[in-house]
């Protein structure tokens, strides 16, 4: 039997107005921030992921006086979804089931190991001076080691099945260590991850690097910056002030751009060269069909156009076929990627017997206006509200897509050649822009550092918005925040 599941992915429910969170909203004052573990060198954190079709975990090692962070493990098994021809929510419920405790059993064997004293009590972790409580210790894969200060957990948006998973696993270990639950969002998550990025680089420093850090812990890209959020579930262009306030200024009216990519893949990808895939992501496979030898951006041979009206003139292929490009006729701020694809389809089902070299140059085009339409999103946002836009000097590429180098290519080129050449593109490595849980550890040790925490009774949200202009009341809006007010 053949299903072709929606890709339903946690994100594309994350912006929407109806994402409304039930309960007390949480009046935040801001009050000294006191944190378990605040009285030593590092904070650690457990992180879990299971929004999807990732079960994730990651454990992180972050140094508050500095900002240099340490990733001790990330790692992450994918559901089989090859039968589905997309994500089937009832099989990536059960692989969470079936992978995560193993998943956990690894990590805990990355915790550090503390060293025991001989005189019996404390102890001291390696590396690091000063006696160690038996409270911030376990065992674990034959050794004592540290014990998290803290476990991280995605709690929305996405499958409430799925997400529960790998919530109640995370209560249940909060609960067994007697250390404080942060639920996260997801989409907070990906809009954070560059600052992870910056983090772990600071750790990584030359010790030149590493003193000239030390003077600072502020995060990299300060606020505010732009991020363009493009993976299989969501396209949005967001802007984002502080932690808490990401306000989304564009998003997809239907589905997702890597959706779109996928299924355009599909379509275009001789048979033959899809035969021998052991998985549903088509993006990297099309990307490299596209372009087989790009590896300079001169490859690509791409003018950018000029002005909005050389945007939206229709490609002539002068093959026998056109593509018109999306949402020419207005500026509304949405993203029609399924009018897209069903325009590709109906090229495709015209020319049966379409040989090689023209699919290659369908697939060049295909993703030339998919690009195209990001940018030119962006690029209405940065006109059309300057006010906002002031102290943007970062535009944030995360989400699986954002690993195609035409994609990056392509917004570099319109931004230079619309006068915003001062804006830096920032594009997480690839395994951190796909789902992962090291970007919710990050996002639980930003919201732990600015004194919160969730109580031990909160539920899974399917929709959890991250503006908080949004119905709900967007990251801070939902119940079950906890002020960290003792310092263990
Ligand atoms: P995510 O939902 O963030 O895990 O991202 C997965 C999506 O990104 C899938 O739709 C992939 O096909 C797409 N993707 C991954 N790599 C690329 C690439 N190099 N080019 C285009 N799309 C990609
Ligand atoms: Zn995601």
């Known amino acids: 039997m053949s299903v072709a599941w929606a890709r339903l992915r946690p994100c594309a429910a994350a912006h929407s107005p109806r994402g409304a969170v039930a309960g007390r909203r949480l009046v ?33 090692d972050k140094r508050p006086t500095t900002g240099a962070a340490r990733l001790l493990f990330n790692r992450k098994i994918t559901s089989d979804n090859r039968d589905f021809r997309g994500v089937h929510p009832l099989n990536a419920v059960v692989s969470h089931t079936a992978a995560l405790a193993p998943l956990l059993r690894d990590a805990l064997a990355s ?51 799925n997400l529960a998973t790998g919530l109640n696993t995370a209560k249940g270990l909060a609960a067994a260590w007697d250390v404080p639950l942060v639920g996260v969002n997801h989409m907070q998550a990906h809009a954070l991850t560059p600052r992870l990025v910056s983090a772990l680089a600071k750790d990584a420093a030359t010790p030149a690097q590493a003193s000239e850090a ?66 549903v992501m088509y993006g990297p496979l099309f990307e490299r069909f596209a372009f087989p030898s790009a590896a300079k951006p001169e490859d690509y041979d791409y003018t950018p156009p000029a002005r909005r009206a050389d ?41 049966p017997d379409m040989g090689i070299e023209e699919r290659r140059f369908l697939a060049q085009h295909t993703m030339r206006l998919a690009f195209e ?7 209405l946002a940065l006109k059309s509200n300057p006010e906002a ?21 392509i917004l570099r080129s319109m931004l230079a050649v619309r006068g915003y050449e001062y804006l830096t593109i920032n594009s997480p490595p690839p395994a951190l822009c796909t789902d992962n849980a090291a970007m919710i550890a990050w996002a639980g040790m930003e919201m732990y550092e600015a004194g919160y925490s969730s109580n031990m009774g909160i539920l899974p949200l399917r929709k959890w918005p991250v503006d908080p202009r949004a119905e709900g009341g967007g990251i801070m809006g939902a119940d079950g925040w906890v002020q960290n007010t003792d310092d263990r």
């Not at 801001?30 to 990651?58: K, M, N, Q, Y």
């Not at 004293?117 to 160690?132: L, V």
């Not at 050794?143 to 995605?154: E, I, Y």
């Not at 339409?373 to 690029?379: D, F």
Request: charged share 20%; glycine share 8%; hydrophobic share 45%.
């Open 28 to 60: 935040l004052a801001r009050r000294p921030v006191f944190f378990p573990g605040a009285s030593r060198r590092t904070l650690l954190t457990l992180a879990i992921e299971s929004s999807c079709d990732d079960t994730c975990v990651a454990i992180l």
């Open 389 to 409: 836009m002031e102290g943007v000097r970062t535009v944030v590429v995360a989400g699986g897509v954002a690993s195609n180098q035409y994609l990056v290519h």
């Open 311 to 351: 945007e939206i003139k229709i490609f002539d292929s002068g093959l026998g076929w056109t593509l018109t490009p999306l949402l020419a006729s207005t500026s509304a701020m949405a993203y029609d990627f399924a009018g897209f694809h069903s325009q590709v389809l109906r090229v495709v089902e015209a020319r």
């Open 111 to 161: 915790l550090p190991e503390v060293l025991a004293r001989a005189s019996g009590h404390g102890g001291s972790e390696r590396g690091e001076r000063g006696p160690e409580d038996a409270r911030h210790r376990l065992w674990a894969a034959g050794a004592l080691r540290r014990k998290p200060d803290f476990v991280t957990v995605t709690r929305g948006p996405g499958m409430t099945s």
């Open 214 to 279: 030390a003077s600072t812990d502020a995060h990299e890209p300060a606020f505010p910056f732009l991020s363009l959020l493009v993976s299989g579930g969501h396209t949005l262009l967001v802007l984002s002030r502080s932690l808490y306030d990401h306000e989304i200024l564009a998003q997809a009216m239907n589905i997702a751009i890597g959706d779109m990519i996928d299924k355009c893949a599909r379509n275009i990808i001789p048979a033959s060269e899809l035969a021998g895939m052991d998985n």
């Open 373 to 379: 339409h990001l940018a030119s999103r962006l690029l």
